[in-house]
């Protein structure tokens, strides 16, 4: 059977069931239908579709208190931010995330501090690309010292954003630590240099 013929069948069978003025009625309809489904195309799809996986429950943190908040270091104004250690910007905007209770995002930033802190004092050269272990072992072998504090730091960065755990004030207490626990593990060899 050819097509041209199955359609006229089908037509003609069509037209025996259903009149003529419903059928076009009924095409103009659809015809309306998807040039309106066409015409608002993003605004009937949801954002996001459901996953497949198990997605991890999120809850509402409470957001601190105004007057519970840790105080935000301020920068002077007559500084230049050139005149500051790379770190210390990076300091500042992580303080600014955990006094709103963005600890991952504060743990990501003091993290990036760090590595700035390594690059400028030039016991590493970061590629692009490197990951986060990549920077931390070569970090760990051009200075032994430095080892400790980012290892630590890199193993809570990674629970955080690789095994998505929930990140609390705590890790962002420990991420000062080691980040101060840096600074001195950094400033040693030129301590050793200076004295007689």
């Known amino acids: 059977m050819s097509f041209s013929r199955w359609w006229t069948e089908t037509t003609a069978s069509l037209g025996d069931r259903v009149p003529l003025p419903l059928a076009a009625l009924l095409l103009v309809l659809a015809a309306a ?17 459901p996953r497949l996986r198990r997605r ?4 509402e943190r409470p957001r601190p208190a105004t007057a519970a908040a840790p105080a935000v270091p301020a920068v002077p104004a007559a500084r230049e931010p050139a005149d500051e250690p790379p770190a210390a910007v990076h300091l500042s905007l992580a303080d600014r995330l955990a006094a709103e209770g963005r600890y991952a995002e504060a743990v990501r930033e003091r993290l990036r501090g760090m590595l700035r802190e390594l690059v400028t004092h030039r016991m590493v050269q970061v590629r692009s690309g490197m990951t986060v ?17 980012l290892r630590a730091a890199g193993a809570i960065f990674s629970e955080l954003w690789y095994a998505e755990r929930p990140a609390t004030a705590e890790h962002d207490r420990r991420m000062r630590e080691y980040a101060g626990d840096l600074r001195r593990a950094l400033a040693e060899p030129a301590e050793r240099e200076d004295r007689p």
């Open 56 to 59: 991890k429950a999120r809850r």
């Open 33 to 49: 239908t998807i040039a309106v489904a066409w015409y608002t195309y993003p605004a009937w799809v949801p954002r996001r579709l």
């Open 133 to 149: 272990t990549e920077v931390i072992a070569a970090a760990s072998e051009h200075h032994p010292p430095a080892g400790p504090p």
